[in-house]
């Protein structure tokens, strides 16, 4: 059995570590390279940055973060935000990320997900969706829609089936986040993960509304997700990735444990 994993998620405007709920309120809460250094010495299996702010702004992602964090751990790192292009995704790689993850860029443009997994492979090309429960309708029939630029921008395109068109076109992993959850600490969106992680056969990261590790192990078992990503009860302090793992280890679901 593969063991799960844990992902802390470092969601950076102008350079400093920033939060929110439901992608509104983003207060800076810290300096992301030496957060980045903490929970990599606390056991996390991999991180995942992403410039919030870069695709709404239609600019390249901070670079020179991504080199100091890249300096500063030794574990899988997954930068995004504003990576529309091949040229991007390599910039992204040389600053010493290990896989790349397009959201807005590949709504726009999907061959970017088959370009640049025929450049680099499909283990460097992570699909990241935003997605937002709406009334089911011809368009939308899982009821889940597809929402870009940071949220502000609904797409018109069912995330069960983008979701699988994604898988098609060459991407190796999917980061889940559920706008409804995101920031609420109230649990994952637990159908939404469990529907993806059932129409595709490659990861799936389930992303938005941990407040306990008990959340965690749900969308790690009834979610079927590979990794729970990870964000407000680590930076405030609540949880330690260790007291995470140790929890979900416990129960029976395999984590990477290294203390």
């Known amino acids: 059995m593969l063991s799960k994993r844990i992902i802390p998620c470092l969601d950076v405007r102008n350079g400093r570590l920033t939060k929110g709920v439901r ?21 996390a299996d991999e ?16 670079l020179d973060v991504v080199e100091r964090v890249a300096e500063q751990i030794f574990i899988p790192f997954s930068v995004g935000g504003g990576i529309s292009t091949v040229a991007d995704m390599r910039a992204a790689l040389m600053a010493g990320a290990e896989k790349v993850s397009v959201n807005s860029g590949a709504v726009k443009n999907p061959d970017i997900i088959s ?3 025929a450049a680099f492979g499909a283990q460097c090309v992570v699909l990241g969706m935003d997605v937002k429960q709406v009334e089911k309708s011809e368009a939308i029939p899982s009821g889940y829609e597809v929402v870009i630029h940071g949220g502000r921008k609904y797409m018109g395109m069912d995330a069960i089936e983008w979701a699988k068109t994604a898988e098609a076109l060459g991407a190796g992993e999917i980061c889940l986040n559920s706008i409804d959850a995101d920031g609420t600490k109230d649990g994952y969106e ?9 129409a595709v056969s490659i990861p799936v990261i389930a992303s938005g509304g941990a407040g306990s590790p008990e959340h965690m192990y749900d969308a790690l078992t009834e979610g079927k997700a590979s990794a729970a990503l990870i964000a407000s009860i680590v930076h405030y302090g609540e949880y330690t990735i ?6 979900i280890n416990d129960r029976g679901c395999k984590m990477r444990m290294v203390w």
Do not use: C, W
Not at 23 to 43: C, L, S
Not at 242 to 247: D, T
């Open 242 to 247: 260790p007291q995470i793992k140790k929890y």
């Open 23 to 43: 992608f509104e309120g983003n207060v800076d809460i810290g300096d992301p390279v030496e957060t980045a250094r903490m929970y990599y010495e606390q056991g």
């Open 190 to 198: 637990l159908t939404l993960t469990r529907m993806v992680s059932e």
């Open 115 to 117: 370009e640049g997994a």
């Open 47 to 62: 991180i995942v940055f992403y410039d919030i702010t870069a695709s709404h702004e239609g600019r390249g992602i901070f």
